[in-house]
């Protein structure tokens, strides 16, 4: 035995409970910070600017980022991954408390539905990534990519009577490119010292940084103004299958599946699926009471 296990908890299990810890609190952050965009959501970015308990909840995603790159430092993707899904878990049952009632059976249904299944696609739809860096064409493709996809869907979420939704696979998609470039410029600085930040690709994805940055807070803020439960299952779905697509597609990863695997990935797919839609039923039937709660009207002719 050594010394090691002697006098304590053996260093993989010390990293271990580290790894959950850090992912409990960026959980806890991420979902604080939704409920307090979701009770200004209905404001424009000028009036947004004028609330300060909104820069909390921005710094509160800054510092959710944080913590979530410092995990990856103490536990695998593998593990980080799935408990993304502790945001939603936290984030509905702390809605329904701040608005003094109990949470809803579609809401616990969807949040149960959805959560099992993003929970497995990350177990199962994992990639044999090496924290490789995005080449000069690829970070410009994506950039210029991410500009067009993230366009579309935000206009297709300001048309008139649109669903939210629109806005928040938007928001996740910017969200996840904006930690892809993270993650390479992390590995670029880190290889090749602070001059390459100088390099004009850097600046490129510096500033692309900073501005999906600040598009995709925008973007979900906007996506949550009728309800916050099925935006946020939304984005969480989107953010890790959006890395997943930039992993396989511009960073040379395979997917570890076989047949059975690729079967078992669409049946959380679509459980993860059916969950958002009990949170959008559960958003609906929260915004029109009286329509499901009336008591069926009796014709004349009945008397």
Same mark, same amino acid.
């Given at each position: ?47 947004? !600017? ?109 048309? *008139? ?6 806005? !928040? ?30 390099? *004009? ?38 953010? *890790? ?45 929260? !915004? ?7 008591? *069926?009207?009796?014709? !004349?002719?009945?008397?």
């Amino acid at each position: 035995m050594n010394r090691g296990d002697r006098d304590g908890l053996p260093p993989a299990m010390t990293n271990l409970i580290i790894a959950i810890v850090l992912c409990v609190a960026v959980a806890i952050a991420y979902a604080v910070a939704a409920l307090i965009q979701a009770r200004h959501a209905h404001l424009t970015v000028s009036q947004l !600017a004028r609330v300060p308990v909104l820069w909390a909840a921005m710094g509160l995603n800054g510092l959710g980022a944080a913590l979530h790159v410092t995990s990856l430092k103490f536990g695998p993707l593998s593990l980080i991954q799935p408990l993304g899904v502790l945001t939603l878990v936290i984030a509905v049952p702390l809605s329904a408390a701040s608005a003094r009632r109990r949470a809803t059976r579609l809401e616990l249904t969807g949040m149960i539905s959805t959560v099992v299944g993003l929970a497995g696609l990350s177990l199962i739809i994992t990639t044999t990534g090496n924290h490789g860096t995005l080449g000069s064409g690829a970070l410009v493709g994506l950039v210029v990519a991410t500009v067009v996809v993230v366009t579309v869907f935000g206009l297709l979420g300001r048309r *008139p009577g649109a669903s939210t939704l629109w806005e !928040a696979v938007a928001g996740g998609m910017a969200f996840s490119v904006c930690s892809a470039l993270c993650q390479t410029m992390v590995v670029t600085v880190g290889n090749g010292g602070l001059g390459t930040l100088l390099h *004009p690709l850097s600046i490129l994805a510096i500033l692309a940084i900073g501005t999906f940055a600040v598009v995709a807070t925008l973007l979900t803020q906007r996506s949550y103004r009728d309800g916050l439960s099925a935006p946020l299952a939304i984005t969480n779905i989107v953010n *890790p299958a959006t890395a997943t697509v930039i992993g396989v597609v511009l960073l040379n990863e395979t997917l570890a599946t076989t047949k059975l695997e690729v079967f078992l990935a669409v049946a959380c797919a679509l459980l993860a699926a059916f969950g958002v839609t009990q949170l959008a039923r559960a958003r609906d039937a929260a !915004a029109h009471p009286a329509m499901d709660s009336a008591p *069926p009207q009796r014709s !004349a002719a009945a008397g």
